[in-house]
Every structure is written in C-alpha cells, then in structure tokens.
C-alpha cells in the first residue's frame, strides 16, 4: 500500500466518497486529489463537494463542466442507436460512466497521480463501467475500490467511522426512515434504496424530482418540433441548440408535462436484479422522436439491421464497454446510417405521453404518396406483380403441406 503516493478520486462531496477520502489518507498514507465531474446534477451538489474537499485536505481539487461533452459525445450517438437496455432503461447512469473515467485518466497523468479511485459497490455496475474505462484509456493504470477492501458494509458503520474522523456529515438526511440513493446528470435522475428495495411498493410521489405526476401535468398540451441533421436535434421550435440546450429544454418540458417516469427491476452485470425509479423526459422525446425521422428516412433493411443491433449495443453501454473496439464499430455503422436522417418531426406533450404527430423531411423522405395512396395511383404501383412474390414465398409452406399430406396416407 506504501508505494501509493496519490490517488485520484471521484468525488461528490456525499457521506460514501468524504469517508473514502479519509480512509485513503489512512490506510495508503496517500495524497488525495477529488475530481467532481459537472454533468448536469445541479450546482447545488458542486460547490459544497469543493468546501467538504478543502476542509478534509485533498491536495488538489477539480470541479470540471463536462455537461457539453457529456451530451454532444456520448448521449446524442448513443440516441443515433435508439438504445434501450431490457426494453425500458435509458441507460442515465451508464452512459455517464465512460466520461467520467476518461476524465480521471486524464487528471492522474496531469497530477502525476499513481492511482485512481471510486466509491462504487462491490454489488453495482458502476464499479464494473469506472474500471473497464480506466483501464481501456491506460492499461497499467491501478484502481483501488474501498468497498472491496474495507469492512464498512453498513450505512450505520459509515457514520461511526465519519464521527470518529470529524467527517462533516448531514445527519438531517441520514436520519430519515427512508433514505433514496440517487444519481442526476443531465439525462436522468435516478432512485434507489428505501422503500424501492421492496419491488411491490409504489414510490412516494414526494420522492420525485422533475416531473409532475401525470394526474397533475397540465390539461392542455404542448406541441414541439424538433429539426433533425444526420441524426441529432440541432434546433427546437426553430431555434438552434447545442446538444446540452436541447436536452435541458426537452428535460423542462417533459417534465411540466409528467413525461419519463419509470419503474424498473433491471438485471445487473454482477449477476443480481435491482429496481430503480427513473425520470428521463429528455431522453423518453428524444427516443420516440428519432424514431420517428428514422421512419420516413432510413431504408427498411437499414432500418430492421438497426434494430437487430440495438440490444446488444445497449449491453455494451449497460455492462461498461463503452471504449470497446466493438462498440466503437457499431458507432460506425449506426453514424453511417445516420446520413440521410434529416428533416423534421412534430410532437404533442399530453400527461405522460409524447405523441408524434408529424414528421417530414424536404431532402431524405422515402415515402412516397404516389405509391402510398389509397387512391388511382395511375400505374404506378401494379398490384398483380404482388401475385408473384406471395407464391415464391409460400412455396416450401405448400410443399411441406403436401408432403406431410401424402405421409399421412
């Protein structure tokens, strides 16, 4: 443990990460540099997480705004995929992951730093995304987990060791009956813990965050347009964004309008199931939007092909392997398809539900209402040629027919 001279860790100024820095400075008698990366939680958490690190003697302290990265480099492509793990996550936390450990890479070669280190479980998927970034980025990079190694396995034995080691503690909140862990970016808020790690029990409606309930959203809806180019909303009701404006007005309409809850027993990488409470209005219109320019734009086959890939890109994002050579080939692929995946789309925000109710596009449409309509299409579409294919198709379903017929006999 000696030869550890610094470490960097991420830091959130929370109970877990605060008792982790001490507990560093103890047991590897280490420097200890906090990274606190800005995705979109909310100033509230920065600042005070900069106080709790200076009065506890990390030597170095980085606050960084990540949020224009976080959502151009890694949410935008992976909503190019349509990407949803086991049909109902949108992968919030996942996705934040790999930013996170590229950035701590970075700050423990600009510090000379030996080690890094993070607060995640032995039980959660987390520890499993920090590591296998850190180490895709810098392979000899060494990770020191705390809840791997130290014997502090109860949130009654955390606040022991933080009174025994005058670790500022809010025991306002660590008294409450039940306490949620939560996680917040720019994309999504998450729950767990409490009264959700009994996966009968409806959520208290207190516990949630950014959304109104649905009963209470407001009674008149609200209709957005959304430009796309190559695949990304580049503007909203006809002004221009970057990709960091765009999901924090998608995130404040949403949530007005009681968009993107969701409850949800996900299977885990370590092998165990956990439920955890969701608020994504960004991500739930940005999903269904995408889907809905891919519709008019994308070829068939294209699009079906997407399709086929996207669980599996998903786990890729879900289990951690975000920097894999695998995923980065998906990318590929998916960005390609994305060329013609221009135009525009129309949605109604309506208590808990987003609605398509329009979508265009001047340059890439492939529908075409010559062929498509009801209508004399005056020849150009000839229904008798459908004759053809449906006998082709149905050849070996006849054949196997007749030839178990005659068996039978």
């Known amino acids: 443990m000696n030869?550890?001279?610094k470490v960097v860790l991420a830091y959130s100024g929370g109970l877990d990460t605060s008792i982790i820095l001490r507990w560093l400075?103890?047991?590897?008698?280490?420097?200890?540099?906090?990274?606190?990366?800005?995705?979109?939680?909310?100033?509230?958490?920065?600042e005070p997480a900069r106080a709790k690190a200076e009065t506890m003697g990390a030597c170095d302290i980085f606050i960084d705004d990540l949020t224009g990265e976080f959502a151009r480099d890694f949410v935008f492509p992976m909503f190019r995929a349509n990407a949803i793990y086991e049909g109902e996550y949108l992968l919030g936390t996942s996705i934040a992951r790999p930013l996170i450990a590229k950035r701590m890479v970075e700050i423990a070669r600009e510090t000379g730093a030996d080690a890094i280190a993070h607060g995640a479980t032995g039980k959660g998927n987390d520890q499993v995304r920090f590591e296998l970034g850190c180490y895709a980025l810098q392979p000899d990079i060494r990770v020191i987990a705390p809840w791997r190694e130290w014997d502090l396995l109860s949130r009654e034995k955390l606040i022991t060791y933080a009174g025994q080691h005058n670790i500022p503690v809010d025991f306002k909140k660590q008294g409450q009956k039940s306490p949620y862990s939560m996680d917040a970016n720019l994309l999504h808020i998450s729950y767990e813990g409490g009264i959700l790690e009994d996966p009968w029990d409806e959520p208290e409606e207190s516990m949630w965050r950014w959304t109104v309930s649905p009963?209470?959203?407001?009674?008149t809806p609200e209709w957005v347009e959304l430009e796309y180019r190559q695949g990304d909303i580049v503007a909203v009701n006809g002004q221009t964004m970057a990709p960091a404006d765009v999901m924090r007005w998608l995130n404040e309409a949403g949530g007005r309008h009681g968009i993107g809850r969701a409850d949800i027993v996900e299977n885990r990488y370590v092998g165990m199931k956990a439920r955890g409470c969701y608020e994504t209005p960004a991500g739930t219109i940005m999903l269904r939007a995408h889907r809905a320019i891919e519709s008019l734009t994308l070829d068939r086959e294209v699009a079906h092909l997407k399709d086929e890939l996207m669980p599996r890109y998903a786990s890729l994002v879900y289990n951690g392997y975000w920097w894999s050579p695998e995923r980065e080939v998906l990318q590929g692929l998916i960005d390609e398809s994305q060329q013609y995946v221009n135009g525009r789309v129309r949605i109604k925000l309506y208590k808990g539900n987003v609605t398509v109710v329009g979508r265009k596009s001047d340059t890439d449409s492939l529908f075409d209402p010559e062929i498509a309509t009801f209508e004399d299409d005056e020849g150009a579409f000839n229904q008798a040629d459908?004759?053809?294919?449906?006998k082709l198709n149905a050849l070996r379903l006849r054949s196997a027919t007749r030839l178990r017929q005659r068996g039978n006999k």
């Open 3 to 5: 030869d550890v001279k």
């Open 25 to 46: 400075q103890d047991t590897y008698h280490c420097e200890v540099v906090t990274f606190t990366a800005d995705i979109g939680q909310g100033d509230e958490e920065l």
């Open 215 to 219: 009963e209470a959203a407001p009674d």
């Open 386 to 390: 459908a004759d053809g294919f449906i």
